[in-house]
């Protein structure tokens, strides 16, 4: 406030001096501009600021005085420049280079955080398979196990069938399986079979997260034990006078983690 | 006098302006230092290194199971000049000595053999030493003179040697089927 009653007095007296120029309607046009945060006004600022002794040094000192008093007692002489006023152009070049710093920092930061992203943003990036060995092999172990009880077929122990078809399968995987598996089930109870499916090979396409996909080799193997007494406990184990048969058979599996298990959730016989 | 008042306004907010400029800086600086160490970290993953290797061998593992399972009768010489840039180490020496005898017998032969990739995978890579080894699914097509083509599917197992900075097979078979009770 003491301020503007400075610069009230000051155009009084200015309009007094020079009445017949049009001064009233200049002062607020050389009004220096406070540095805006934008890099024009900051360049203008500092333009303003390299020359101050064509600016009317009356007005640049109405913005420093911050005295009441002093503004009341203010007249002609106190206006020329005194030491203190110098300490005025380095504070708007300060604040100018402040803007610049500040632009140029957040420049930086917005490049590099999109330099970032770009970088781990890359497929081969995301996918962790291998990369993260610790769940590669996790999601590779899981998912033989589960290959291998889904596949596999005792007409004696249909229960231990069942019990992983209900738990390791998940999404379409459960009536992919079941196309799959169910003519072969309804022979191997009529031949009184064993099928056992083993997971010769296998590898880790893709991780991403709580999903991956397995590129799976497996055997499966038809034993007929129709002959003789089908027990439980001689699983797999009849050998010679059953006809054993060998198939290999390749496919993906589209596995899922839930509550830290990996479920298959997709099977991919690439077309047959 | 309006224009007067209204200037007043701007120079209450200038005594504010560089502390306001000031907080802006430290944000921009706060922002520019995290954003650069997160570059960093994400330019010199170890991870994302091996993951690059992982894929190029992958791509090329695939394509030089595919240029293997290849072969035009009408077309043989680039067929078999392509079977031997995608090897090295002893896979190449055997193709490039059995190359006459292998000619001679698809020449009478006539047939086009085409492959597909259906799907592959690295199981093991020591980026280091240069060596991988992937699983390849195959779709081979045969096509006899006749006109008949059949299908087959084809589990390959494959090895690949860094050499040059390039990926080539060194070793390529099939996963035998129900042999050696491999669990």
């Not at chain 1, 006023?85 to 957040?106: D, K, Q």
Request: include cysteine.
């Amino acid at each position: 406030m003491p301020t503007t009653r400075h610069t009230l007095n000051h155009q009084r007296r200015r309009q007094a001096r020079e009445a017949a120029s049009p001064a009233p309607a200049a002062p607020p046009a050389r009004t220096p501009e406070p540095p805006a945060p934008d890099r024009a006004g900051a360049a203008r600022a500092q333009r303003q600021a390299t020359a101050p002794g064509k600016e009317a040094p009356s007005r640049d000192t109405a913005t420093r005085a911050t005295n009441p008093a002093r503004a009341k007692r203010a007249d002609p002489v106190r206006d020329t420049p005194r030491p203190g006023r110098i300490r005025r152009p380095p504070r708007s070049v300060g604040l100018a280079l402040l803007c610049l710093l500040t632009l140029v920092l957040g420049g930086f930061a917005g490049w590099a955080h999109a330099r970032a992203q770009d970088l781990r943003a890359d497929p081969a990036v995301r996918n962790t398979a291998l990369t993260d060995a610790a769940r590669t092999s996790e999601i590779k172990g899981q998912t033989e196990k589960a290959v291998a009880a889904l596949f596999s077929y005792d007409h004696a122990d249909p229960a231990a069938y069942e019990k992983a078809t209900k738990t390791l399968l998940t999404g379409k995987a459960v009536a992919q399986h079941k196309a799959l598996l169910d003519a072969v089930r309804t022979r191997a109870d009529q031949q009184k079979a064993v099928i056992t499916t083993t997971v010769t090979d296998s590898a880790v396409e893709r991780v991403d997260g709580d999903r991956a996909r397995v590129l799976v080799y497996a055997d499966q193997s038809s034993v007929s034990t129709a002959g003789t007494k089908a027990s439980a406990s001689g699983k797999g184990k009849q050998s010679a006078q059953d006809e054993g048969t060998y198939a290999g058979a390749m496919f993906a599996v589209d596995v899922l983690r839930r509550d830290g298990r990996w479920l298959v959730s997709g099977i991919d016989t690439f077309g047959r | 006098m309006e224009g007067t008042a209204r200037t007043a306004r701007p120079l209450a907010r200038l005594r504010s302006l560089p502390a306001v400029l000031l907080a802006l800086a430290l944000v921009a600086g706060g922002f520019a230092a995290w954003a650069g160490w997160d570059w960093y970290a994400a330019a010199h993953d170890d991870s994302a290194a091996y993951a690059v290797q992982r894929d190029r061998a992958l791509a090329a593992g695939e394509q030089a199971v595919q240029n293997l399972n290849t072969l035009d009768h009408d077309d043989l010489d680039h067929g078999l000049d392509l079977w031997e840039s995608s090897t090295t180490g002893e896979l190449h020496d055997q193709l490039a000595s059995g190359r006459k005898e292998f000619a001679a017998q698809v020449q009478t032969a006539k047939t086009v053999t085409t492959a597909r990739v259906l799907s592959g995978a690295v199981t093991e890579l020591d980026d280091r030493a240069g060596r991988a080894r992937v699983l390849v699914a195959l779709r081979v097509t045969v096509k006899a003179p006749g006109g008949k083509s059949t299908d087959k599917d084809s589990r390959m197992l494959g090895e690949l040697t860094r050499t040059g900075g390039q990926w080539k097979l060194s070793a390529l078979g099939q996963a035998p089927v129900g042999g050696s009770s491999a669990g």
